[in-house]
């Protein structure tokens, strides 16, 4: 007869190996990956997927609701912050000019502002007028005595 305890620590033990695997690979990503987007995106995953396992892994060797709760809520930011967090890193490089790898057959995000300056009007002329500091006029705090 198959003892579940030892069974699901086995898998948790698994589960946290797994997890170290990802954490090495994302690593070797960093390392050996050309560009800033491709690295990001190995670390993300794979770091994502990293600790998710090592955390259902902890969860596996030690089953109890006073772990399971924090493992779990844990797992839930991970998967929600992580793939919002290297998404804004990425388009934050992008907008910084980081350059695409030579290797990069499309570049998605050029199209999208290309078809979205296309679909905008064009600037009125109140809108590229620059006021200097003094000047009050279309500023929404300061009024100018009437």
């Given at each position: 007869?198959?003892?579940?305890?030892?069974?699901?620590?086995?898998?948790?033990?698994?589960a946290?190996?797994?997890?170290?695997?990802?954490?090495?690979?994302?690593?070797?990503?960093?390392?050996?990956?050309?560009?800033?987007?491709?690295r990001?995106?190995?670390?993300?995953?794979?770091?994502?997927?990293?600790?998710?396992?090592?955390?259902?892994?902890?969860?596996?060797?030690?089953?109890?609701?006073?772990?399971?709760?924090?493992?779990?809520?844990?797992?839930?930011?991970?998967?929600?912050?992580?793939?919002?967090?290297?998404?804004?890193?990425?388009?934050?490089?992008?907008?910084?000019?980081?350059?695409?790898?030579?290797?990069?057959?499309?570049?998605?995000?050029?199209?999208?502002?290309?078809l979205?300056?296309?679909?905008?009007?064009?600037?009125?002329?109140?809108?590229?007028?620059?006021?200097?500091?003094?000047d009050?006029?279309?500023?929404?705090?300061?009024?100018?005595?009437?």
């Open positions: 007869m198959i003892d579940l305890l030892a069974a699901g620590r086995a898998l948790g033990y698994a946290v190996a797994a997890g170290i695997l990802l954490f090495a690979v994302a690593a070797l990503g960093l390392l050996r990956l050309p560009d800033v987007y491709t990001l995106s190995a670390v993300t995953k794979a770091a994502t997927l990293g600790v998710c396992l090592v955390l259902l892994g902890a969860l596996l060797i030690e089953p109890s609701w006073r772990t399971a709760i924090p493992l779990l809520l844990a797992v839930a930011l991970q998967l929600i912050t992580s793939p919002v967090g290297g998404f804004a890193l990425g388009r934050a490089a992008y907008r910084a000019g980081v350059s695409l790898n030579t290797r990069a057959h499309y570049n998605d995000l050029a199209r999208d502002e290309a979205r300056d296309e679909a905008l009007p064009p600037p009125r002329a109140s809108d590229t007028e620059r006021h200097s500091p003094d009050t006029r279309n500023h929404p705090t300061r009024r100018l005595p009437q």
